[in-house]
């Protein structure tokens, strides 16, 4: 299995774009595929660089219905049409980024909804026997705090973001088990929980942002759940690669904790 990452919000190797957003590259002995595209189409620019033919892609999994996950969607489609695409159902509705009083769409283009590849996804969805996708999970620990400005639109009026259209991706391959998620916003323990509970252990890698970055600065509220989630991602044995929207606060507590386990993750990193 190779994971590499297209573009992510930090300079990774010279001369790839980078931005606020997050996208993978995934190569199996059976499949090459995507999960998400950036805010803008410059993962392909970096694929381009990096080697990487996205016509060859055979399916694509989008992590949840923000414009940074899903910006890049129409120019993948314009080079690879006939990629299928896995959206969770309700991955098209009304999402906002709602701070000081701003109010922001931060949803999806929705020309995605109409091309005739896409699959929208609901619940656990056994691709083959190398893909496995999972969605709506109980959230037993708490979600990342960072959550609070995110809205979406709700019978006229905007109420909280409670992220029943984020997903997950598992990847099988060569007896070693990957989960790919773009931003954890249901929390990242809640999400490793729920794979425990379907599959009967931890996966081997993760590979995701964990959302606990903040608009204000981090509080000791803040530094103990940081600390705590830590501690209890060791507890599972699984290798973490993170970066995008984990917060640069966030990063320094949870490597204190995690050392080797924890890499930070830049545009064009690679793992194999």
Same mark, same amino acid.
């Given at each position: 299995?190779?994971?590499?990452?297209?573009?992510?919000?930090?300079?990774?190797?010279?001369?790839?774009?980078?931005?606020?957003?997050?996208?993978?590259?995934?190569?199996?002995?059976?499949?090459? =595929? =995507?999960?998400?595209?950036?805010?803008?189409?410059?993962?392909?620019?970096?694929?381009?660089?990096?080697?990487?033919?996205?016509?060859?892609?055979?399916?694509?999994?989008? @992590?949840?219905?923000?414009?940074?996950?899903?910006?890049?969607?129409?120019?993948?489609?314009?080079?690879?049409?006939?990629?299928?695409?896995?959206?969770?159902?309700?991955?098209?509705?009304?999402?906002?980024?709602?701070?000081?009083?701003?109010?922001?769409?931060?949803?999806?283009?929705?020309?995605?909804?109409?091309?005739?590849?896409?699959?929208?996804?609901?619940?656990?969805?056994?691709?083959?026997?190398?893909?496995?996708?999972?969605?709506?999970?109980?959230?037993?620990?708490?979600?990342?705090?960072?959550? @609070?400005?995110?809205?979406?639109?709700?019978?006229?009026?905007?109420?909280?973001?409670?992220?029943?259209?984020?997903?997950?991706?598992?990847?099988?391959?060569?007896?070693?088990?990957?989960? =790919?998620?773009?931003?954890?916003?249901?929390?990242?323990?809640?999400?490793?929980?729920?794979?425990?509970?379907?599959?009967?252990?931890?996966?081997?890698?993760?590979?995701?942002?964990?959302?606990?970055?903040?608009?204000?600065?981090?509080? !000791?509220?803040?530094?103990?759940?940081?600390?705590?989630?830590?501690?209890?991602?060791?507890?599972?044995?699984?290798?973490?690669?993170?970066?995008?929207?984990?917060?640069? !606060?966030?990063?320094?507590?949870?490597?204190?904790?995690?050392?080797?386990?924890?890499?930070?993750?830049?545009?064009?990193?690679?793992?194999?």
């Amino acid at each position: 299995m190779k994971i590499i990452n297209l573009i992510e919000d930090t300079v990774g190797k010279e001369g790839l774009y980078f931005e606020h957003g997050l996208s993978f590259y995934v190569e199996t002995e059976n499949h090459r =595929l =995507l999960l998400d595209t950036g805010a803008s189409g410059d993962f392909v620019l970096n694929a381009e660089k990096l080697g990487i033919d996205l016509r060859k892609v055979d399916t694509l999994v989008l @992590s949840h219905g923000h414009y940074d996950h899903t910006g890049g969607v129409m120019r993948f489609v314009g080079i690879n049409p006939t990629a299928k695409i896995y959206l969770h159902k309700n991955a098209g509705g009304e999402y906002f980024n709602d701070y000081n009083s701003q109010r922001k769409y931060i949803g999806i283009d929705k020309k995605i909804l109409d091309l005739p590849q896409l699959i929208l996804t609901e619940g656990n969805i056994k691709i083959d026997d190398g893909l496995f996708v999972f969605s709506d999970i109980d959230c037993v620990s708490p979600i990342p705090s960072g959550n @609070s400005i995110l809205k979406k639109e709700l019978g006229g009026e905007l109420v909280q973001d409670d992220f029943n259209h984020e997903q997950y991706l598992v990847v099988t391959s060569g007896g070693k088990t990957a989960l =790919l998620s773009g931003c954890a916003h249901r929390g990242i323990l809640n999400i490793m929980y729920a794979f425990k509970n379907l599959f009967g252990s931890y996966p081997d890698y993760v590979v995701s942002g964990f959302h606990m970055m903040k608009k204000t600065p981090y509080n !000791e509220a803040d530094k103990t759940l940081a600390g705590e989630t830590a501690k209890a991602l060791k507890a599972t044995g699984a290798k973490f690669f993170s970066g995008h929207c984990t917060g640069d !606060e966030a990063m320094e507590i949870l490597l204190q904790i995690l050392g080797n386990k924890l890499t930070v993750m830049h545009s064009g990193d690679r793992i194999v």
